[in-house]
């Protein structure tokens, strides 16, 4: 009797045995499964990384060509632009829609010649149609503590969208306004003031936020900030880049 239970015991021990291999066998499939796929994914997101600055480069020389084009061709050359660079924003924000996209490489940012790098982007490739920049000397002045990239990306967008909703010969300036727990990169532009027909709504004397744009929002939210576009017609626009105050490293103006 024993005997027999000793049997039944080593073959139920042999079964439980069985039964936790095919199940450790499974999970490690399932595991390799979800790495090829996030490996695709993260490809897929480098990739439409590439051709959403792909599409913005032409869009942005087209639309700095459409001012020296005679009237009678100048407009539809304009609206082929603003096609490429909607279609641009679109690709950027599945891009960033991505498994894994937001992820922050935080480091020590010098504000000033990120700045200048990205207005010198969109004004080259406008080419004799870019506008009139200016960028105050505190906004220069700034070190923070964030993800080039991701900051570099939201500027792109945002000064992109200023670029696209002015004409040649206007003024875009760039400014930072503190508060007592944030601090705003704020981009003024002087162009119409009216929302796109493909923007919804966020209220009277605001507008809102294209799918590139409000890919530029979620990377500032992953900073902790925001990204709002307040417009008034007739008068301009302005792209507030919010930061929390705890990541601003050195503000020599406010010191």
Do not use: Y
């Amino acid at each position: 009797m024993e005997t027999k239970l000793l049997v039944a015991a080593a073959a139920f021990a042999v079964l439980v045995l069985a039964g936790a291999a095919f199940a450790l066998n499974r999970l490690r499939a399932a595991e390799r499964r979800a790495d090829r796929a996030a490996r695709q994914a993260e490809a897929l997101g480098r990739c439409l990384g590439m051709i959403a600055r792909e599409l913005e480069a032409p869009g942005l020389s087209l639309l700095g060509l459409a001012a020296r084009l005679p009237p009678a061709v100048a407009p539809d050359v304009e609206t082929e632009a603003r096609r490429l660079l909607n279609l641009a924003e679109e690709v950027a924000d599945h891009f960033l829609s991505q498994p894994g996209s937001r992820g922050l490489a935080e480091n020590r940012i010098p504000l000033g010649p990120l700045l200048h790098e990205t207005v010198s982007t969109v004004s080259q490739l406008m080419g004799d149609g870019a506008r009139h920049w200016h960028v105050t000397p505190e906004a220069e002045a700034l070190v923070l503590l964030a993800d080039r990239r991701a900051l570099r990306r939201a500027l792109s967008q945002s000064l992109a969208r200023a670029a696209r909703e002015t004409r040649s010969g206007d003024r875009i300036a760039l400014r930072v306004v503190r508060a007592a727990e944030t601090v705003a990169l704020v981009i003024e532009d002087e162009g119409a003031g009216l929302p796109r027909d493909d923007l919804s709504g966020l209220g009277e004397g605001t507008r809102g936020l294209s799918l590139g744009l409000a890919a530029a929002r979620e990377l500032m939210r992953a900073h902790g900030g925001e990204l709002t576009l307040e417009a008034a017609p007739g008068i301009g626009a302005r792209t507030w880049l919010t930061l929390p105050r705890g990541r601003v490293l050195e503000d020599p103006v406010a010191a």
